[in-house]
């Protein structure tokens, strides 16, 4: 089920809170969660409006069971929340003395444009996330071809996948036939797979 399904019974905005509260809850020691669900709705709320990406949910009985978010080029879903400032100044406000959490997202920024970023594909898989209860049904796999699917109509061949490297979501990737091609800090002291995935 996409959101164009689901939107009819559920609100948007509530969609866009689900899905930041499902990515806070399954990647507890993720940079993205300590912003803030505010911040994190906003994320989605950009990703799901915007041609340049894409947010898939899977629901069932109101329930938000996975959801995997995509995009073609992260410099595009940066412009994207900047055009939404009021919002963007609202969900950061609570850190602005947090210099630790400033520089991270500095050194995100830095990563996602600079050149060891560059050498890759700029599509890529933004999130996925399986609720805890639904593990090793199918959902999961079901979100990636649906994923795979949407790079496929917009003619990309292939699309990287960074992921930590105690995560076990790197068994899940590298089962859906995703090869490392490097490893990176886009942090200090996390190391990172970087994927690439082919598009059937
Ligand atoms: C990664 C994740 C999305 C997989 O979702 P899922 O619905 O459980 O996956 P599926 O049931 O579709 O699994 C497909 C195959 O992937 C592999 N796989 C999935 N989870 C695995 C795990 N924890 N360990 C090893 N292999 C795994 C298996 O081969 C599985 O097939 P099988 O169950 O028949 O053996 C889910 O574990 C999750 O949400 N993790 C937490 C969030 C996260 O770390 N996301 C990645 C960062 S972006």
């Keep these: 089920m996409n959101n164009k399904t689901i939107n009819k019974v559920i609100d948007k905005n509530q969609i866009y809170l689900d899905v930041a509260q499902l990515h806070i809850d399954t990647i507890k020691n993720g940079f993205l969660p300590s912003l803030g669900i505010k911040f994190l709705a906003l ?3 950009c990703i799901d409006e915007a041609q340049f990406s894409i947010l898939i949910t899977n629901y069932k009985d109101y329930k938000l069971r996975g959801f995997v978010s995509g995009t073609l080029g992260t410099s595009n879903l940066y412009k994207a929340m900047l055009s939404h400032p009021l919002d963007l100044i609202f969900a950061l406000i609570p850190m602005i003395f947090e210099i630790k959490k400033i520089k991270k997202i ?12 560059n050498k890759f594909p700029k599509s ?3 999130t996925i996330c399986v609720h805890p209860n639904y593990h090793r049904q199918g959902i999961g796999l079901d979100l990636y071809k649906k994923l795979s699917q949407f790079f496929k109509s917009e003619s990309v061949s292939e699309f990287v996948i960074i992921v930590g490297q105690s995560l076990n979501a790197n068994s899940f990737y590298k089962k859906q036939g995703a090869k ?5 800090q886009v942090h200090s002291n996390i190391d990172s797979n970087l994927f690439i995935q082919k598009v059937d």
């Design 124 to 126: 890529e898989l933004l």
């Design 43 to 45: 994320m989605y709320k």
């Design 106 to 117: 500095i050194n995100i920024l830095r990563y996602t444009s600079g050149s060891n970023r």
């Design 180 to 184: 490392i091609a490097t490893e990176i």
